[in-house]
Nanobody
Framework: QVQLVESGGGLVQAGDSLRLSCAVS????????MAWFRQAPGKEREFVAG????????PYADSVKGRFTISRDNAKNTVYLQMNSLKAEDTANYIC???????????WGKGALVTVSS
């Protein structure tokens, strides 16, 4: 019943910014750990950023540290990923995930495609 729907993806140029949103329905959002992963075609899925129910963030992936910021709004059941100074290598399908613990992210969205042209 829990569903995650990402939005905000698109085609941008290197150096631009985007903000992805992940709306959660059918569950108790305020109790979930939330995370963003990304997967480029032909590559393995990788962790990007995570935020616990209380707003404490996990260390960002080294590749995005200083450029990306994860946040959540429990009143809106939404998690965000602010992406600044985008690079071509950021091109990927960005997937939102939720779970009771970091070891078991039980719910996954379909992803939002971000394409960064150089």
């Amino acid at each position: 019943q829990v569903q995650l729907v990402e939005s905000g993806g698109g085609l941008v140029q290197a150096g631009d910014s985007l903000r992805l949103s992940c709306a959660v329905s059918g569950g108790t959002f305020a109790t979930y750990a939330m995370a963003w992963f990304r997967q480029a075609p032909g590559k393995e899925r990788e962790f990007v950023a995570g935020i616990a129910w209380n707003g404490i963030t996990k260390p960002y992936a080294d590749s995005v540290k200083g450029r990306f910021t994860i946040s959540r709004d429990n009143a809106k059941n939404t998690v965000y990923l602010q992406m600044n100074s985008l690079k071509a290598e950021d091109t990927a399908n960005y997937i939102c995930a939720a779970g009771k613990t970091w070891d078991d992210m039980a719910y996954w969205g379909k992803g939002a495609l971000v394409t960064v042209s150089s």
